[in-house]
């Protein structure tokens, strides 16, 4: 599996999950996960599953790419990264290559990778995509500039689609090709509640609560969820109610101090950094105001928790499309970043709102992956038989 991960958590935290599955199936795959993220090993990796991690890249608040860490060229860093994954799949020899996202990799780095891939004839490639990825137009125009199609023409055998066709049809919005489309499978979304069972009692320990309503204020990795953090933090908690506040590990110092120091004011107010499996609060909490991530809102679907989305808008609007269609199904309530408050967040804590259905949209990916990737695998094998016979 490939997860490039230039900025949050959601990627890498999506295809452990992912990876999980796979190994926890009938399959019993070993994995690989290469990942551009360097807090990967912040997290317990799935039995089977193991890690590469790459030298990472930085995206600016303008979506533009740049090195991270290290002191190189972006064009010296990309040289580094891809010639990691390839000396890491030649190794590895997989019968199996899961892509996030990006057909050609982050600035194309896979594509040495996908040349030796096809030329051995062996591994069936995948690319794995969330439900939404942006605006019809700009992923139109990304795609076409990318020429994206011909890459999955040229090495991809299956996309899956990790999402609810009902929530958003990304082969109409996108107006996708034949060619993608005929290999387009929806597999639902990842049910979360199994990160229940992969948490460990260590992690569990680190979220007791004093008796009461909690709720919870999660942020993602917290680069640019400063402004939901320090409107919750300065919001008026419901009578018995507790507030937790999950900042992430890329708040900005600065931003992080305000939150600590408007939780230092209020003793009904709770402040944490890092918590390695964030779904054990999601899970307890009565309520959520968060932000309109992948990960977040499967969890919010697969709990049924009533929750307040305030997206993020720039530089994509993913997160935006995400929740306005789920506020379309009555599943959640949308509070635009432009009228975000403490005010509009205590307003809203305010007034009873009921919990969605955990049945209102297909949470079924997670038990489909696994079918899916058997059938991939079984098929590359006939086709292997009759070509030989």
């Known amino acids: 599996m490939y997860s490039h991960d230039t900025m949050g958590l959601g990627h890498m935290r999506r295809n452990l999950?992912?990876?999980?599955?796979?190994?926890?199936?009938?399959?019993?795959?070993?994995?690989?996960?290469?990942?551009?993220?360097?807090?990967?090993?912040?997290?317990t990796a799935p039995r089977g599953v193991d890690l590469v991690t790459l030298p990472a890249l930085h995206k600016d608040a303008k979506g533009r790419y740049g090195a991270g860490a290290l002191p190189l060229s972006l064009k010296d860093l990309v040289t580094l990264r891809a010639s990691t994954i390839r000396a890491a799949l030649k190794a590895f020899d997989p019968d199996l290559f899961i892509v996030d996202n990006v057909p050609r990799g982050a600035l194309e780095e896979l594509v040495p990778t996908l040349d030796d891939l096809k030329a051995r004839g062996r591994a069936r490639c995948v690319l794995g995509l969330r439900d939404i990825l942006d605006e019809p137009m700009v992923v139109r125009s990304e795609w076409d500039e990318a020429d994206n199609e011909a890459a999955l023409r040229a090495y991809y055998s299956a996309v899956w689609?990790?999402?609810d066709r009902n929530v958003y049809d990304i082969a109409r919005e996108y107006d996708f090709g034949a060619d993608v489309c005929s290999r387009m499978t929806y597999t639902g979304y990842l049910d979360q509640r199994v990160r229940l069972d992969m948490a460990q009692a260590p992690q569990a320990a680190r979220v007791e609560w004093p008796p009461g309503r909690q709720i919870l204020c999660t942020v993602g990795g917290g680069q640019d969820g400063g402004s939901v953090a320090e409107a919750f933090a300065a919001a008026e908690m419901p009578a018995g109610a507790n507030g937790i506040v999950l900042t992430g590990p890329f708040m900005p110092g600065r931003t992080r101090e305000h939150v600590r120091q408007l939780a230092r004011k209020n003793e009904r107010l709770f402040l944490l950094d890092f918590v390695p499996e964030a779904a054990l609060l999601m899970h307890r909490a009565d309520r959520v105001v968060t932000m309109g991530g992948y990960n977040t809102m499967s969890e919010v679907l697969s709990f049924g928790k009533s929750a307040l989305v305030v997206p993020r808008v720039t530089p994509r609007r993913e997160q935006?499309?995400?929740?306005?269609?789920?506020?379309?199904?009555?599943?959640?309530?949308?509070?635009?970043?432009?009228?975000?408050?403490?005010?509009?967040i205590s307003n809203w804590l305010s007034q009873e709102r009921p919990a969605p259905p955990v049945t209102a949209v297909d949470l079924g990916g997670l038990s489909r992956v696994p079918v899916l990737a058997q059938e991939l695998l079984n098929a590359h094998d006939l086709e292997a038989a009759a070509s030989v016979h």
Do not use: K
């Not at 992912?18 to 990967?40: K, P």
């Not at 935006?320 to 509009?344: N, Y």
């Open 320 to 344: 935006l499309i995400r929740a306005e269609h789920l506020q379309r199904l009555g599943l959640v309530d949308v509070l635009h970043p432009q009228h975000l408050t403490p005010e509009a």
């Open 161 to 163: 689609v990790y999402g």
């Open 17 to 43: 999950l992912i990876a999980g599955a796979l190994a926890s199936s009938s399959m019993d795959a070993a994995i690989l996960l290469v990942t551009g993220s360097r807090h990967a090993n912040a997290f």
